[in-house]
């Protein structure tokens, strides 16, 4: 279910439920159990992901039944954790800028440290709290200039 949160509560009320709620929904997806996360973590009409892997960004209508299940095919056997980099809050919206730090086979690899640098954009609709958009890259051990304007051009960043 997502997470709902009395009108009463102060900004940074929700933000710490977010945290915690954000915290238990990513690690049951790194453990490949999709459809606990989307039981906890509802998507707005308009939601957005803007992937580590780059690409169009992909929007909400995009996520089928089908797509959740290969999400739950995808990600295997992780753990998850989640530093806290910078939080934003008001009424209607929160910010969460966060480092997360999975241990996970992804995609068929064997499993590795994966950093992730993360913003989540929550918004309230009524007493819930919905994802409007996620976006996260790879960065989080960072990157050489040559690097980044590799990557810009399209190139391995390796080149």
Do not use: C
């Not at 929700?14 to 159990?33: C, E, S, W, Y």
């Not at 209607?92 to 995609?107: K, T």
């Amino acid at each position: 279910m997502p997470l709902v949160v009395a009108e009463a509560a102060t900004a940074d009320d929700v933000i710490a439920k977010l945290l915690d709620h954000t915290q238990q929904a990513n690690a049951a997806l790194m453990r490949g159990d999709a459809g606990t996360y989307r039981q906890m973590v509802s998507l707005t009409d308009d939601f957005v992901l803007m992937s580590p892997f780059g690409g169009v960004p992909s929007k909400a209508a995009e996520y089928t039944p089908e797509r959740w299940e290969r999400m739950g095919r995808f990600f295997r056997n992780g753990t998850h954790r989640q530093e806290v980099v910078q939080t934003y809050g008001s009424q209607d919206m929160v910010v969460l800028a966060l480092i997360e730090r999975d241990s996970v086979e992804v995609g068929g690899l064997p499993a590795q440290e994966w950093a992730l640098r993360v913003t989540l954009v929550y918004r309230r609709v009524g007493t819930e709290w919905h994802l409007a958009h996620r976006h996260a890259d790879p960065l989080a051990n960072g990157i050489s200039l040559q690097q980044a304007a590799a990557l810009a051009r399209g190139l391995p960043a390796s080149q």
